[in-house]
């Protein structure tokens, strides 16, 4: 995975030194930080295909080079600066948004194909929600017991 992670940073041209992490606490990969990103993987990245494990490192990349965190950090504080006002909120879940969408399009930019980006996303979002399917039925079964 660290091949993986050097060689993508350096293809979008990442000039932050990005940390990876594993968590049981998390279920989707995430960034932490501004000045020492951390990308946070969940604990089951490792049965993941090497497609999958791209597309996903190469969207969390996107976030640390377009400095997503900082802009939504600003974005916070303008919302709790303006907490009365719907518009801030409002705002605030447009950036998101907006981040995302941005992280998508330079993720597939990335790795060269937008199809092959969203294969790779799509399966994984079908292989966790058929987790968390499971996981919700051994929850209802706990409570029936």
């Known amino acids: 995975m660290d091949s993986e992670m050097k060689a993508l940073a350096q293809t979008m041209d990442c000039q932050s030194s990005v940390r990876v992490a594993t968590s049981s606490a998390i279920e989707s990969a995430a960034v932490i930080g501004w000045l020492r990103p951390l990308v946070v993987l969940p604990k089951d990245w490792e049965t993941w295909p090497l497609e999958q494990l791209r597309a996903v490192l190469a969207h969390e ?7 997503d965190y900082l802009w939504h950090t600003i974005g916070t504080i303008a919302r709790a600066v303006h907490f009365y006002h719907p518009l801030a ?9 907006s981040q995302e969408v941005a992280a998508d399009q330079l993720a597939a930019q990335t790795l060269g194909s937008r199809s092959k ?3 790779a996303l799509s ?3 079908i292989q966790q929600d058929d987790q968390l399917t499971v996981s ?7 409570q029936a017991i």
């Not at 990349?61 to 400095?67: E, T």
């Not at 919700?136 to 706990?142: A, D, E, F, V, Y």
């Open 123 to 125: 399966h994984l979002a």
């Open 61 to 67: 990349l996107a976030h640390i080079v377009r400095r």
């Open 89 to 97: 909120h409002w705002l605030l879940g447009r950036l998101t948004v």
């Open 136 to 142: 919700r039925s051994c929850c209802r079964l706990r």
């Open 117 to 119: 980006y969203l294969k």
